[in-house]
């Protein structure tokens, strides 16, 4: 049970939330690199919500399914289909023996994921059954996916009843290609000029192609400091924003380094990581300073609208399961007649 890979395309690795707890050994978290996406796609198949997904860049795999299962692909539109006919993304797909998906180039967004019913049969490493590239560790023989891969499943799981398979949301998002992304300044924004901090909240800046799971490099007006960037190396965030003595500004991201020796001029707030990781070249970015409070709020908010989407998909389940039992209670009404 589970599916042959028959391309890898251009980087899928196996993912889930990461691994906590090993930073102090030099062991980034890692894990997914849109949060919002992964979640969404395992709600739509009642996974549970760390469970382990496909996480494509750019150009996806193609996969030959050797059992039935459903699947759900979230993210960016990656044009997916299944034997050339195309299936709609953000929706509970059911496939059958011998299937094939085939995860196109990228129309939206740069990365997509694609959630299994049967759940992955991938070994837990450290808490984790993410892809650590660097380390060469978890996911799948620690790499990316090859041509010839085969992964099976865990569990042959759930009756696929056809309220289930209506599942869908009309979510379609990273259409833009200007984007303001919330950060909250420091901890070491007192390094740089007041002209440094006004241009790096003021000016556009471009993605470039330097842009990979470990960071983001843009590309943009000089950011000033008071007496250069460099610093005794201290812990890094996921979102930091270093500005190297070159004054552009570098966004860590997923596999980050644990520790590092330059200037963070800010942090991503939470809830736009989503957005910023979705960033293609070229597209504009610009930054808006929010405090603490407000970062924490926006999570909250996010948290609401997750749990509003899972009411959303469940709500006909319910209905339906309402209908069967109704019509059951009639059913014993009429033979105790």
Do not use: W
Request: hydrophobic share 35%; charged share 25%; aromatic share 8%.
């Amino acid at each position: 049970m589970g599916f042959r890979v028959i391309k890898g395309g251009m980087l899928t690795t196996v993912q889930d939330m990461g691994r906590t707890g090993y930073q102090s050994q030099g062991f980034n978290v890692g894990g997914v690199m849109d949060l919002r996406s992964f979640r969404i796609a395992n709600l739509l198949l009642d996974n549970p919500e760390n469970e382990a997904v496909l996480e494509c860049t750019l150009l996806g795999p193609t996969l030959e399914f050797t059992s039935d299962m459903i699947i759900a692909m979230t993210g960016g539109d990656f044009r997916p289909e299944i034997n050339d006919d195309p299936v709609p993304m953000y929706t509970a797909v059911y496939v059958k023996k011998g299937d094939v998906l085939k995860v196109g180039s990228a129309r939206t967004g740069r990365t997509c994921y694609i959630a299994f019913s049967n759940y992955l049969q991938i070994p837990v490493v450290m808490g984790s059954r993410s892809t650590n590239l660097k380390c060469q560790i978890g996911g799948f023989k620690g790499r990316k996916l090859e041509d010839g891969d085969y992964i099976g499943t865990r569990i042959k799981r759930r009756k696929y009843l056809p309220y289930f398979l209506s599942r869908t949301l009309p979510i379609h998002e990273f259409e833009e290609s200007n984007h303001t992304i919330r950060v909250v300044l420091g901890p070491q924004n007192d390094m740089f000029t007041r002209n440094g901090v006004d241009a790096f909240l003021n000016s556009d800046y471009t993605v470039t192609s330097n842009f990979d799971r470990m960071g983001m490099r843009l590309e943009g007006p000089f950011i000033d400091t008071k007496h250069g960037s460099d610093i005794i190396s201290d812990g890094i965030a996921l979102g930091a924003i270093q500005v190297p003595a070159h004054g552009k500004p570098i966004i860590l991201l997923a596999d980050h380094q644990t520790a590092g020796g330059y200037a963070k001029i800010a942090t991503v707030a939470s809830v736009d990581l989503p957005k910023l990781v979705q960033c293609r070249m070229d597209d504009k970015i610009r930054f808006s300073a929010i405090t603490v409070e407000e970062a924490q709020r926006l999570l909250k908010l996010e948290q609401r609208e997750l749990q509003d989407m899972r009411n959303r998909i469940h709500r006909p389940c319910k209905e339906v399961l309402d209908v069967r039992l109704t019509a059951k209670r009639l059913e014993r009404l009429f033979a105790q007649s």
